[in-house]
């Protein structure tokens, strides 16, 4: 941050925070080369499973266009500086925009809370539109989008009591019945139970006028505050109960599922007035893979699972021909093996367990089986001040993903045909190859470096009308988030 004695009290409260309880999963490595510019094809491992059932967009419908940075200072709380949270994209901001090919905006999440006082109004919200973004491996040749709407604290006075690394996610939905809104989903990183998780407020960001707080059901709420993203009409109408909004959450640790999380759900009233506080909204269960909680084996998960994974934000993809593909990204764990504790100053292929944890393995090999008797020996004491890293999941590699659905799967999770269990990517895409991967250097104690960096992916949004795909790589530009941005082809 700008101030430093300000970035210190905020990265050493959040350390300590994080300490005090289990570790947050952070970004990636050292950069590699970007390809050529806008026709640079994603790359693909496609999944072992059965072949897509219906007319799915494939990993090389998307093509890499370049990134552009966000604006501001960085002394929090209104900054994006640890920030990056959330993300949503406005169709109807910066009509102007149109002209250079990349119209209306983003609304993006600033600077985190931190608990105990230290930031305890951040998460705001600011408007930002959308530049042309550049293919650089250096930062500066970037754009710098330009702030429409600033900085504004749009949930003060709501989810006061989730403040410890909060997980969120927004979606701005115009829709005919309720106007424009930005729908949110709050949590925190350990959940505590029943505290509502949902609302929405104006985007006009200086009159918010929130409403809410609702539950989604009675979900786990380790599975539905992470993140959010819009379904297509006809889709929902036919399969979700008219429910146009998705929401879910997959953090480390597979509290809340083994993979990613989404329920379909509509908080408003038939005449488009909000669901009163408090309120248990109907939801459509769309994918849900077993908890953590639940068993200590690894079972009904997601292909490849291991407990450090994240996926930080989501979208449904369509085109102009039909096609579709329900999309997640995030940090997954991809390691030989994987532990619970802390990095190993030897080398991100040894093990580092806290020693001190029993009630749960806290060591697998990648093909789910515990570890060797000698790994769970631990390497580090955190009282005696010998460890180089925070507590946490952590894994011998880390990798940015997309991993891409079959929505017809999760139509038939839907409708009782399928086990919300059941449905498996078709496709991952590892898009590391475009990332700067560069954090400052005094946060590298959580979010790692080389093949142990965490937290390389925060949230995405799509442009339906315009086929843009717009992701948020996590420290990408400092403190700050990098916009990267993929244009789907039409057919």
């Known amino acids: 941050m700008k101030h430093r004695t300000s970035a210190v009290l905020s990265i ?18 050292e950069p590699t080369p970007v390809g050529p510019a806008s026709v640079t094809p994603a790359v693909a491992r496609t999944q072992p ?67 105990y006082g230290a930031v305890p109004d951040g998460n705001q919200l600011a408007e930002v539109d959308i530049p042309v973004p550049v293919v650089s491996r250096n930062i500066e040749d970037l754009n710098t989008a330009e702030f429409i709407q600033d900085f504004a ?74 993140y959010m993203f819009e379904i297509p009409v006809e889709w929902a109408e036919a399969y979700a109960g008219g429910r146009p909004l998705a929401t879910g ?11 990613p999380a989404l329920f379909a759900y509509r908080p408003w009233l038939a005449d488009g007035s909000p669901s009163p506080a408090g309120t ?47 999309l997640f990204a995030g940090t997954k764990s991809n390691g030989t093996k994987y532990w619970y504790g802390y990095a190993n100053p030897q080398g991100p292929q040894y093990v580092c367990v806290d020693a001190a944890i029993t009630d749960f393995p806290t060591c697998r090999n990648a093909d789910g089986n515990l570890c060797p008797q000698e790994d769970f020996a631990g390497c580090c004491n955190a009282e005696e001040g010998t460890c180089i890293s925070n507590r946490g999941w952590w894994t011998t590699r880390f990798d940015a993903e997309f991993i891409l659905y079959d929505p017809a799967d999760l139509a038939k999770v839907a409708t009782g045909q399928l086990e919300p269990w059941q449905p498996q990517p078709y496709a991952v895409i590892d898009i590391d190859e475009y990332l700067y991967l560069a954090p400052p250097e005094w946060d590298l104690v959580e979010v790692g470096q080389g ?11 799509f442009d339906r009308t315009s086929g843009l795909l717009y992701v948020l790589e996590l420290y990408g530009d400092g403190a700050k988030p990098i916009v990267h941005v993929w244009r789907l082809k039409a057919d």
């Open 12 to 29: 050493l409260t959040l350390f300590l925070s994080v300490i005090a309880c289990m570790g947050q999963t952070p970004p990636s490595a």
């Open 49 to 115: 499973n059965p072949p897509p059932s219906g007319d799915v967009i494939n990993p090389e419908d998307l093509a890499y266009l370049g990134a552009f940075r966000l604006p501001g200072g960085e002394d929090p709380p209104r900054t994006f500086a640890y920030g990056g949270n959330a993300m949503t994209f406005n169709p109807d901001g910066d009509p102007a925009g149109a002209a250079d090919g990349y119209p209306g905006s983003l609304f993006v999440m600033g600077h985190d809370r931190i608990a």
């Open 153 to 226: 604290d749009v949930t003060k006075g709501y989810f006061t009591d989730l403040e410890e690394i909060p997980k969120v996610g927004l979606q701005y939905l115009n829709h005919p019945e309720t106007g424009p809104r930005i729908h949110i989903a709050w949590g925190q990183h350990l959940q505590p139970p029943d505290v509502p998780s949902h609302g929405w407020f104006n985007s006009t960001l200086s009159n918010p006028d929130f409403q809410g707080t609702w539950f989604i059901g009675n979900q786990n709420l380790y599975s539905v505050n992470g």
């Open 249 to 259: 959450r997959m953090r480390d640790g597979g509290q809340g599922g083994m993979g």
């Open 280 to 326: 248990r909204l109907e939801e459509t269960t769309l994918l849900l893979y077993e908890n953590a909680d639940s068993t200590e084996e690894i079972v009904r998960s997601l292909n490849g699972y291991q407990h450090p994974d994240e996926w930080g934000g989501g979208a449904w993809l369509t085109n102009s021909s039909g096609k579709q593909a329900v």
């Open 451 to 461: 093949d142990q960096r965490r937290a390389r992916i925060g949230d995405v949004s």
